[in-house]
């Protein structure tokens, strides 16, 4: 019969500075066994669950000169757990190893070896060598546990309802330790036991319908309804057939068999929907994982209560009142806000009631405002949370204009960090007191450009005013995908040279956005970070979770789905703080062009202050440190105890000779797309000393750099040296503008 087991190890390294012991030999921590481990692995190197078979695995001592036997103990009868030197008999009560003499480690087969104490809990294991002369090192003692004991972390999930069926979302909870993979902490979950009991003593819930899904894709329903519950079958798990005869009680099993998957957490997510259940009525649902060596996690006490809502979803308008801008018509803004209106939704509680002749029927208890950000629907952006009085106020119209009205059939909502010629899809849905949702009310709302609305800017491209004219700059960084866009298959370009952002923006019939461009894009609503500030905003809090500066999240900083839409200016440029810094064109002391990376990134820079780093304005100008050197004559003297070394010679003084006995290595530079950018060097020790091609790799991070000779020179220390034109880095990006 197939056996599975488990194993975990507790191992202990003894160091001694000298020895006592009756063998006479000193320093034993030399001769001890190092790095002694056991794994779950067959002779042929692999292993299969249910089988018990056991590698044990060890490094040779410090000390190899006379190494002769390892000796290796199964259970404390013969060496106790804290024996630290061994007797001739005990010896000869082990199995013995001889030394090969070979690599650094040997390893034994402990399948027939530990056969015997499988029925144990654990066994003690000892490992000693043996030297010819009779020295022996410490001993090494650790224990092979047969089992998990270890449960699964609790199964946590989130629940909706309707008036005859529960909704629960689940996700995969991480084992604590893997049944028969010891060095593998996250192991497969069995499955799980649900269990619904209805709250009414007089409801039976045995018809009701189950069906559920693991990362989207369904599960059997015969699966669902063959087995209703695991139990611990000693040292694994069992499935127990179903046969309930408590009618109010809906038992079922769900299989897993599978580790939480910390590479797409898509694939741990679970649903379930129980179909069948009464209007109204309130059910306790509980959800326990079995992991594989029979540990269950633990539940609510109880169970979590969920009602059912009743039986009629209110009722929901279809038409907003906005206001009209004056410019081209379309609803205006109110300072980056959108004011909407809407007729108050109604609770029918008898079937058959339309919106006219159901006045009399009480208001629904709130509203649900979503936007759809492309992939979903996600809560529009709040300053606080949404309280039950929110909808409370009432409204009229009156000469097309809304006026509070304690008696009015309007409800208001505002929503905060639009910008002009935004599109929104907006869904609204009204929530009676049972829970009950009405139909999706889904609409499309396309805003007005105000002051902007005779500027005609290229697409993905929004108007920006800068004194007294205004020019148009990229919405987002470019993009890879054509004209800048940003489709889900294009990510922002990163890690480019300067020169490829110039070319790149001249290519398409744009420039790259100057300095004097950014700063005015940053001062659009006198925001110090160039983005919508609202009531009680907080810089560091904001720019981290909206804009990721200083998150580490190279991922996000490149991809356009997983950009925050609040990250914005007043203006709609996106993201001027955090996510990638952007080469603009500046301009030196003399009024020459010159590259300047402007805002900040993703990047975490160790004592930093993010707030600081995000100001919208901050520049920088890349530099790197190299040798400062010279082949023209160099004359040294003697100044007392003092070298002074000098370009030109000083008769009054003794000369000392100079001799040339440093070196550079000189190497021309060019971009992936073959634009050459010069000749740059590296120090011949320091590029001996920091691993040679690999070092230059690491130093001209995605140029192409060939070989071009070899320089004897004398090297006077260090230079800071600009590097704009060879300099490249994955957070570092562009956008381009476009002059009217």
Request: charge should be negative.
């Amino acid at each position: 019969m197939p056996f599975r087991l488990f194993l975990t190890l507790i191992i202990g390294v003894l160091f001694y500075a000298c020895s006592d012991d009756s063998s006479g030999a000193n320093f034993p921590f030399e001769r001890t066994v190092l790095d002694v481990s056991v794994t779950p692995r067959c002779a042929d190197g692999t292993f299969k669950p249910g089988t018990a078979c056991y590698l044990l695995q060890w490094r040779h001592p410090i000390e190899h000169n006379n190494l002769e036997t390892y000796y290796i103990w199964l259970d404390t009868l013969t060496v106790k757990d804290s024996a630290q030197n061994i007797s001739q008999a005990q010896m000869n009560a082990g199995t013995a190893v001889a030394y090969s003499g070979k690599g650094e480690g040997d390893s034994l087969n402990l399948t027939e070896l530990i056969s015997k104490y499988l029925e144990r809990d654990s066994v003690h294991l000892a490992i000693w060598a043996k030297y010819k002369s009779g020295d022996q090192g410490a001993v090494q003692h650790l224990y092979i546990y047969f089992g998990d004991d270890i449960a699964p972390a609790i199964v946590q999930f989130n629940d909706s309802a309707s008036a005859n069926r529960i909704w629960i979302d689940f996700m995969r909870p991480a084992d604590q330790r893997d049944f028969y993979f010891p060095d593998v902490l996250n192991g497969a979950i069995a499955g799980y036991n649900v269990v619904i009991t209805a709250q009414d003593a007089a409801e039976d819930i045995r018809e009701a319908k189950v069906s559920a899904s693991l990362a989207g894709n369904a599960i059997s329903s015969a699966d669902l309804r063959k087995f209703y519950r695991f139990k611990n079958n000693g040292r694994a798990v069992a499935l127990e057939a179903t046969d309930s005869k408590n009618a109010r009680i809906l038992r079922f099993a769900l299989l897993d068999g599978k580790g939480f998957d910390s590479e797409n957490s898509e694939n741990n997510n679970w649903k379930l929907e129980i179909l069948g259940l009464k209007p109204e009525h309130s059910y306790s649902v509980s959800i326990v994982a079995w992991d594989s060596a029979g540990n269950p996690s633990s539940a609510e006490s109880g169970g979590r209560v969920i009602a059912t809502t009743d039986s009629i979803a209110p009722l929901i308008t279809d038409k907003f009142f906005l206001y009209a801008d004056s410019n081209d018509g379309l609803p205006r803004l109110d300072s980056n806000r959108l004011i909407l209106f809407w007729e108050r939704s109604i609770d029918p509680l008898i079937k058959g009631c339309s919106q006219s002749s159901c006045s009399s029927f009480r208001e629904v208890q709130t509203y649900i405002v979503e936007q759809w950000n492309g992939k979903t629907w996600e809560s529009v952006p709040r300053i606080s949370v949404i309280g039950d009085d929110y909808y409370g106020k009432r409204y009229s119209l009156a000469d097309s204009v809304m006026q509070a009205n304690t008696n009015g059939i309007y409800v208001s909502d505002t929503l905060r960090w639009v910008v002009h010629n935004d599109t929104l899809i907006l869904r609204i849905r009204a929530v009676d007191f049972s829970g009950h949702y009405s139909a999706a009310w889904i609409d499309t709302v396309a805003l007005s450009k105000g002051w902007a609305f005779q500027t005609d800017c290229p697409p993905n491209f929004v108007p920006v005013k800068r004194d007294s004219t205004v020019f148009c700059m990229e919405k987002f960084e470019h993009s890879a995908s054509a004209g800048g866009g940003t489709s889900a298959d294009g990510e922002f370009l990163h890690a480019v040279l300067y020169g490829e952002a110039v070319s790149t923006c001249k290519d398409e019939g744009y420039d790259l956005c100057t300095e004097d461009e950014w700063n005015a894009a940053c001062n659009s609503g006198k925001s110090s970070y160039g983005v919508i500030e609202e009531k009680g905003f907080l810089p560091s809090e904001f720019l981290f979770r909206y804009c990721g500066a200083g998150t580490g999240d190279s991922l996000g900083a490149i991809s356009p789905n997983l950009r925050k839409k609040i990250c914005t200016s007043p203006d709609g440029v996106r993201d001027l703080p955090g996510q990638l810094q952007e080469w603009v064109k500046g301009k030196d002391s003399t009024g020459k062009e010159t590259p300047i990376l402007k805002g900040t990134s993703y990047m975490i820079f160790e004592g930093a202050s993010r707030t600081e780093l995000a100001q919208c304005k901050i520049k920088a100008t890349p530099t790197r440190i190299r040798p400062k050197w010279t082949q023209d004559s160099v004359y040294l003297y003697r100044n007392g105890s003092r070298i002074d070394t000098l370009l030109v010679r000083d008769t009054l003084r003794t000369l000392y000779s100079v001799s040339f006995t440093d070196t550079i290595l000189i190497y021309n530079l060019s971009s992936k797309g073959g634009v050459e950018l010069g000749e740059d060097f590296v120090d011949n020790a320091e590029f001996m000393r920091r691993g040679r091609e690999e070092w230059l790799k690491e130093l001209w991070r995605g140029l192409n750099y060939t070989f071009k000779e070899k320089r004897v020179v004398l090297i006077l220390g260090t230079q800071k040296v600009n590097a704009e034109e060879t300099f490249i880095e994955s957070s570092v990006g562009f956008r381009c503008c476009s002059r009217l």
